[in-house]
């Protein structure tokens, strides 16, 4: 009975040590791709066709802040003075003119396969539980790179995927592809992600649709400094009542 007990205690720390192994590792990539958590990133997502032509193209600043609430203006002359919040699993869009927050979801579409949710949220380790599959060659075309495997189960039905395959680099663990699963398991996107000259942060995303138009999409991060908005900034009642914030 002793040796079982034993046996029993040393795979439940071996479970534990795993669970925060893995999520070391996420937090670890999600620094790659906020770098803290009160930020101001400006954001820009342009379409590609299959010739690699631009199609489309929007500006977008984000301001990503702690407890999973971020806060997007659209800054392109289309969608001048709309706005997306998210707080928490909830997402509200805000129209110029309009005196009501409307309902979204965080798969709603900002432009070609950008989505609100890969916009607003950059946060792995906060959102989804983690087993590592073990070490292989990266997905990445002609990336020489080993990777490590996680595989990401969503905590709550309200995230944008509910299945995450990803690949992050040894031994930095930087984030290097993606496969985006949609709730009926369905492989929606597959990412790729760019880190910037001095190998610090994720310089741009790559998506490519797996369900439609099979078309590219890149959001590029132009910019990222630290910043704390006000809490006002963060009510949608406040942010209908308020076409501007600077």
């Not at 803290?36 to 199609?55: F, N």
């Not at 002609?142 to 905590?155: E, V, Y």
């Not at 741009?204 to 908005?229: F, I, P, W």
Request: charged content about 25%; overall charge positive.
């Amino acid at each position: 009975m002793k040796h079982r007990l034993l046996f029993a205690t040393l795979l439940m720390l071996g479970s534990a040590h795993a669970a925060d192994d893995v999520t070391s590792l996420l937090k670890a990539a999600d620094r790659y791709r906020s770098g803290s958590d009160a930020m101001q990133v400006e954001t820009e997502v342009g379409t590609y066709g299959r010739d690699g032509q631009l199609d489309k193209q929007r500006r977008y600043t984000v301001y990503v802040q702690p407890q999973r609430r971020s806060l997007v203006l659209m800054r392109s002359p289309a969608e001048a003075g709309q706005k997306v919040l998210m707080l928490g699993d909830d997402f509200w869009l805000l129209l110029p003119g309009s005196q009501r927050p409307l309902r979204i979801t965080p798969s709603q579409k900002l432009l070609g396969d950008a989505s609100t949710g890969d916009i607003a949220t950059l946060n792995w380790a906060d959102d989804y539980d983690g087993r590592l599959l073990g070490d292989e060659a990266c997905p990445a075309p002609d990336d020489q790179r080993a990777c490590r495997h996680l595989s990401l189960q969503a905590q709550r039905k309200g995230l944008s995927y509910a299945r995450i395959e990803l690949w992050i680099g040894k031994p930095h663990g930087e984030p290097v592809a993606a496969e985006l699963y949609v709730q009926s398991d369905k492989l929606a996107k597959r990412a790729r992600f760019l880190l910037d000259k001095g190998g610090a942060q994720v310089d741009q995303m790559l998506l490519q649709d797996k369900l439609g138009n099979h078309k590219e999409t890149r959001v590029r991060y132009l910019s990222r400094q630290a910043r704390q908005v006000p809490d006002a900034w963060l009510n949608p009642m406040f942010l209908a009542r308020n076409v501007t914030l600077e």
